[in-house]
């Protein structure tokens, strides 16, 4: 594809930018959620942001997977309905 510009420079087209914004926008998105994170909000920040969210999605914590609360004495990840932790064997 021909560039315009002055040679050497970098001038991309309108679809190139969106090309780009989509690929990073739905990497950032399955990698949020498959982190248990809120995909939506990485969606937009990869699209804005690129390589630049990809990385801070990469490096994020893993979150509770939903319906989870921590236990409130060893902090693990228990469902909310249960009474009893499964990894320290608490009352919850």
Same mark, same amino acid.
């Given at each position: 594809?021909?560039?315009?510009? +002055?040679?050497?420079?970098?001038?991309? #087209? !309108?679809?190139? *930018?969106?090309? $780009?914004? /989509? &690929? *990073?926008?739905?990497?950032?998105?399955? /990698?949020?959620?498959? +982190?248990?994170? @809120?995909?939506? %909000?990485?969606?937009?920040?990869? =699209? *804005?942001?690129? !390589? &630049? =969210?990809?990385?801070? /999605?990469?490096?994020?914590?893993?979150? %509770?997977?939903?319906?989870?609360?921590?236990?409130?004495?060893? @902090? #693990? =990840?228990?469902?909310?309905?249960?009474?009893?932790?499964? $990894?320290? #064997?608490? #009352?919850?």
């Amino acid at each position: 594809m021909q560039r315009r510009g +002055k040679p050497g420079g970098l001038m991309y #087209s !309108p679809i190139e *930018f969106i090309v $780009y914004a /989509v &690929i *990073f926008g739905l990497m950032c998105a399955l /990698v949020a959620n498959v +982190k248990h994170r @809120r995909w939506t %909000d990485w969606l937009v920040a990869g =699209a *804005f942001l690129g !390589p &630049i =969210a990809l990385v801070a /999605v990469l490096a994020a914590p893993v979150g %509770d997977p939903p319906g989870c609360v921590p236990c409130p004495h060893c @902090r #693990s =990840a228990i469902p909310a309905a249960a009474t009893v932790c499964r $990894y320290c #064997s608490r #009352s919850v």
